[in-house]
């Protein structure tokens, strides 16, 4: 019976768990303050994330309230009937002007 009259400041195991208690706090308040921040997108009504920009595998996940969209690109360039609307001009101060034809 060394156990029970051991002194607590000796034995390593105490210090340990409460090290245990003390990253259990912090992951804790880590994961509280995740979940409030303003600029989380599973806590917007309306989100678009677009996986792969630009690439012949892209895809856009649209989420417009409770309904979730997905469009996957079949790798070709889109085409259509149309013609030229206008011609857009950047500014120095990085501003842009539309100008219809």
Known sequence: ?????EDEGLNP???????????LVLVAALLITIAQNPLNPFMAE???????????????????????ETFKSDGQTGSGTGKKAGTTYE?????????TE
Do not use: C, H, P, Q
């Open 91 to 99: 500014m120095a101060d990085g501003s842009m002007i539309y100008v």
């Open 46 to 68: 309306n989100v678009t994330v677009i996986k792969n920009a630009g690439k012949d595998n892209m895809e856009i996940i649209v989420k417009t309230g409770n309904v979730i």
């Open 13 to 23: 195991a105490l210090s340990v768990v409460n090290l245990v208690d003390v990253f």
């Open 1 to 5: 019976m060394r156990l029970l009259d």
